[in-house]
């Protein structure tokens, strides 16, 4: 297909591939936000009222967050002409990325095995909570389900409490990130072969892996309680905790020896370097709540910068727990151009992030404001799929 106003960008490395992007939600759009920030020509398909998130309010900011640099078309899969017209679509695609439960693309009849069948160059990629196989297959998934099922939520919170969930949807974006790596790896395959292929990602595989540390806990003491509050997941490092200040909080991580001495100079407390209690990991360990309640009662005697800056002086790990609006505002974030300062036709002013993924001699990828609810039907629709526009 031609005429995408992402033509201008065929520096980027999938600048001449065309996605069509049927996620909802979170996971399958962030997957399609980086093919498009990559360079590829993204197609957001969405049925006529919109997508789901378009219901919560509107035009959002986690929609313009997730869409940008996408073209936006809508399509009635559920209606002949609608299903026919996402085929002429597909004749001229490389890839589809869908998030919806297994089996409902084949009841629309544009499962993976029909599309390849026609477009056998086609990636098709699915994500879903569970994955086409096994058990859990049909079960309803969202990313708070997925935290739950996964132990997330079980090993998130203090021990001494009731579990609760992460903040962030983690799920969804694990979810999403590893669909991008399963559709670049089979568009790799098929420069070499010429061959699509049907990849899937599941949101339950891709989150066990973030859980390696609490697993290793498990497999040390089978009974150990999997909510370590904000010490480390595995009992394993000291200090390692969020710690009061003056103004808020810090966190402190000692991964070696020489951080711990840091902090133990900057404590004032040299002393301590030399003393076979507090030696090893394993010794600290040993002491936590002393660890924990030294280092407590020195950080909330300084602000968060000071601390910050005993923390560049004597070379150990340390960040201010900060809120969303200095995140938002992260003059570091803004520099990188991973946040921009972005005036949105629907929204006004908003930050919007750009694709963490950079690439050498170029540089990043220019917004384009996340499409209109059936914004370029007229243009691609009537253009390359022959579709009355009055039935799309």
């Known amino acids: 297909m031609q005429d995408s106003p992402s033509s201008s960008f065929s520096a980027y490395p999938l600048a001449g591939i065309t996605v069509l992007d049927l996620g909802q939600i979170y996971q399958g759009p962030y997957c399609g936000f980086l093919l498009a920030m990559a360079?590829?020509?993204?197609?957001?398909i969405e049925p006529p009222k919109g997508e789901p998130i378009r219901s919560r309010r509107g035009v959002s900011v986690p929609l313009a967050m997730l869409n940008s640099n996408?073209?936006?078309?809508?399509l009635d899969l559920k209606s002949n002409e609608g299903r026919d017209a996402f085929l002429r679509l597909v004749d001229r695609a490389d890839v589809v990325i869908e998030n919806f439960l297994p089996g409902v693309m084949d009841r629309l009849g544009v499962g993976g095995k029909l599309l390849l069948g026609r477009n056998p160059r086609l990636v098709f990629a699915s994500a879903s909570g569970?994955?086409?196989?096994?058990?859990?297959?049909?079960?309803?998934a969202m990313d708070l389900t997925i935290q739950a099922m996964s132990g997330m939520i079980n090993a998130t919170g203090f021990p001494d409490q009731s579990p609760v969930k992460a903040g962030p949807s983690i799920c969804d974006f694990l979810g999403g990130a590893h669909?991008?790596?399963?559709?670049?790896?089979?568009?790799?395959?098929?420069?070499?072969?010429?061959?699509?292929?049907?990849?899937?990602?599941?949101?339950?595989?891709?989150?066990?892996?973030?859980?390696?540390s609490t697993i290793g806990l498990h497999f040390d003491d089978p009974t150990a309680n999997p909510r370590t509050g904000s010490r480390h997941a595995g009992m394993a490092m000291a200090p390692y905790n969020v710690y009061p200040s003056v103004d808020g909080y810090v966190a402190i991580i000692c991964v070696n020896e020489e951080h711990w001495h840091g902090v133990a100079r900057a404590m004032g407390r040299?002393?301590?370097?030399?003393?076979?209690?507090?030696?090893?990991?394993?010794?600290?360990?040993?002491?936590?709540?002393?660890?924990d309640t030294m280092?407590?009662?020195?950080?909330?005697?300084?602000?968060?910068?000071?601390?910050?800056?005993?923390?560049?002086?004597?070379?150990?790990?340390a960040a201010p727990v900060r809120k969303t609006a200095e995140v938002v505002q992260d003059p570091h974030?803004?520099?990188?151009?991973?946040?921009?300062?972005?005036?949105?036709?629907?929204?006004?002013?908003?930050?919007?992030?750009?694709?963490?993924?950079?690439?050498?001699?170029?540089?990043?990828m220019p917004l384009r404001a996340s499409p209109?609810?059936?914004?370029?039907?007229t243009r691609i629709l009537k253009t390359h799929a022959a579709m009355p526009l009055e039935q799309a």
Not at 184 to 210: H, K
Request: glycine share 10%.
């Open 295 to 317: 280092v407590g009662a020195w950080t909330g005697k300084l602000t968060r910068d000071r601390l910050m800056d005993a923390s560049k002086v004597h070379r150990f790990p």
């Open 372 to 377: 209109c609810l059936g914004q370029d039907n």
């Open 270 to 291: 040299a002393d301590l370097i030399g003393d076979s209690r507090f030696a090893t990991h394993a010794a600290r360990c040993a002491i936590m709540e002393e660890i």
């Open 70 to 74: 996408k073209e936006g078309i809508t």
């Open 130 to 140: 569970y994955g086409s196989s096994g058990p859990y297959r049909d079960l309803l």
């Open 179 to 212: 669909l991008y790596g399963a559709v670049i790896t089979a568009l790799f395959e098929r420069s070499r072969t010429g061959a699509g292929r049907i990849c899937e990602v599941a949101m339950l595989d891709a989150a066990y892996i973030a859980l390696t």
């Open 39 to 44: 360079g590829a020509r993204v197609i957001k």
């Open 333 to 364: 974030l803004h520099a990188r151009g991973m946040l921009i300062d972005f005036d949105h036709p629907e929204l006004g002013p908003v930050v919007l992030p750009n694709s963490p993924m950079r690439f050498d001699g170029l540089p990043p």
